[in-house]
């Protein structure tokens, strides 16, 4: 069973960053392209970015183009999402799950959900 981890979540001013955190447990994810995805009250669950497990291939959501960032460390079988110029738009609570890594989209994550990390932005 895939189990993922997030953390880093919390409270932030608009303009502020947090860095996004999520651990593998019982496989290595070298071998699995990864996603962040989020839920906002009220919404559905939406995709926001995903690394590819081959070439590091990323992408993102128009929302959060050029404010967050992906990455991984095979290493510490972790990948990250930097969030940077964080909005009030961008509270609500994120996943990571292993998915497909065509485009990013809810539909593609195959794994099991996780508790997810709290984000919210507000001053």
């Known amino acids: 069973q895939l189990q993922l981890v997030e953390s880093g979540g919390g409270l932030v001013q608009p303009g502020g960053s947090l860095r996004l955190s999520c651990a593998a447990s019982?496989?290595?994810?070298?071998?699995?392209?990864i996603g962040w995805f989020r839920q906002a009250p009220g919404k559905e669950r939406e995709g926001v970015s995903c690394?590819?497990?081959?070439?590091?291939?990323?992408y993102y959501a128009d929302s959060v183009k050029g404010r967050f960032t992906i990455s991984r460390d095979n290493a510490k079988n972790t990948v990250y999402l930097q969030m940077n110029s964080l909005k009030p738009e961008d509270t609500a609570v994120y996943y990571c799950?292993?998915?497909?890594?065509?485009?990013?989209?809810?539909?593609?994550?195959?794994?099991?959900w996780g508790q997810g990390t709290q984000v919210t932005v507000s001053s």
């Open positions: 690394i590819s497990s081959s070439d590091g291939s990323t």
């Open positions: 019982g496989f290595t994810l070298d071998y699995y392209a």
């Open positions: 799950n292993a998915t497909r890594c065509d485009y990013v989209a809810v539909d593609l994550a195959f794994g099991s």
